[in-house]
């Protein structure tokens, strides 16, 4: 298991390429692959930025994104992680990266 983070995805995006290649390997590899809800929110609220810099539209962004999470990437939602934030909030570097803990500790400490 391994948890991804919005950076990741933004990348995936971007760049085509060399992440987005990772991804598809984890995954052919049986490597079970998590992203927090909050990521989707995130990368909705960057979409324009998003569309910019990979020059797609963004209406092909969300859908590569919504593919990328029905297919590769299980969104979670905070439901299933809610139980860690308090812990979480102790451990994280940074309070943005809070639910990034909290799902990680939710799935036996996998790692982000």
Partial sequence: ??????????????????????????YDKGIRLFSPELVFEEIKSK???ISKYSELTEEAVLFFVSTLFSEFIKLTPKEEYDKFLDK?????????????????????????
């Fill in 1 to 26: 298991m391994l948890i991804i983070d919005t950076n990741v995805l933004i990348s995936a995006i971007i760049n085509k390429g060399e992440v987005l290649d990772i991804i598809f390997k984890l």
């Fill in 88 to 112: 979480a909030k102790e451990i994280s570097p940074h309070l943005k990266d809070t639910p990034l803990f909290a799902l990680s500790l939710t799935l036996d400490k996998s790692p982000i």
């Fill in 47 to 49: 979409l324009s930025t």
